[in-house]
């Protein structure tokens, strides 16, 4: 019953490097999501998909990039890492907008 | 876009306390859901409260969609229960969907 997981839960970058950021669901959900949580903060939406091969820009969208080849896998690529992306990276899915959402356990990233 | 106000932002309470807090919303959301980030970070879905009220043990929720608000109740409060709570709805805006997060009560359990 894993639900949604993320890879890794904590990473060390240093300022202009790149790494790609792991999401996979098992729940056959259409819908999946990239949050930030920036410390003492709420949520702010990254990108989405509505489904393979369709994905659209959220609220904070610049610096990254994403793909959904598949229904379960959702990545999130970070591009020349800034201390500004330092964060904690949530990916949700869930069957529809309208619908119950379930968060993966989230990353931790600090750009150094 | 809709606005999302949480109340109250902190709550220190000792154990055994009930609690109540309260979700507003600036425009009518359908589908609220509630949950709880525990201090480990970890997001879990409490509630997926369309209208009306749940209950999971000691925790329920009432929405009332028409009036723009959801409240939650805990009751005989834990340790365990500390963490953030937040609430959070569906938004279509500009094509842009996703959920829109309040930014969440801090809930503090003192034993």
């Known amino acids: 019953n894993a639900g949604v997981t993320q890879t890794p839960k904590f990473r060390i970058l240093k300022i202009g490097q790149s790494m790609t950021l792991q999401c996979t669901q098992d729940?056959?959900?259409?819908?999946m999501y990239w949050y930030r949580q920036d410390p003492g903060m709420g949520l702010k939406l990254i990108y989405y998909?509505?489904?393979?091969?369709?994905?659209d820009k959220g609220e904070v969208p610049n610096g990254y990039n994403v793909s959904r080849s598949t229904t379960e896998d959702f990545p999130l690529r970070l591009e020349l890492a800034a201390p500004s992306q330092t964060s904690v990276y949530f990916c949700?899915?869930?069957?529809?907008?309208?619908?119950?959402?379930?968060f993966g356990q989230g990353t931790r990233l600090t750009v150094v | 876009g809709i606005q999302v106000e949480q109340s109250p932002p902190d709550l220190i309470l000792q154990e055994g306390a009930n609690s109540t807090l309260r979700c507003n919303f600036s425009d009518s959301v359908n589908n609220l859901q509630w949950f709880h980030q525990n201090p480990w970070g970890q997001l879990i879905n409490l509630f997926y409260?369309?209208?009306g009220t749940k209950q999971n043990g000691r925790l329920s929720a009432t929405t009332v969609a028409t009036e723009r608000y959801s409240l939650l109740y805990i009751s005989s409060s834990q340790t365990t229960d500390s963490g953030v709570y937040f609430c959070a709805g569906p938004e279509t805006n500009f094509g842009n969907e996703k959920l829109t997060f309040g930014t969440g009560t801090r809930l503090t359990i003192i034993p």
């Open positions: 409260i369309p209208s």
């Open positions: 729940m056959n959900h259409n819908y």
């Open positions: 998909s509505v489904g393979a091969g369709i994905t």
């Open positions: 949700a899915s869930s069957p529809g907008l309208t619908l119950r959402a379930f």
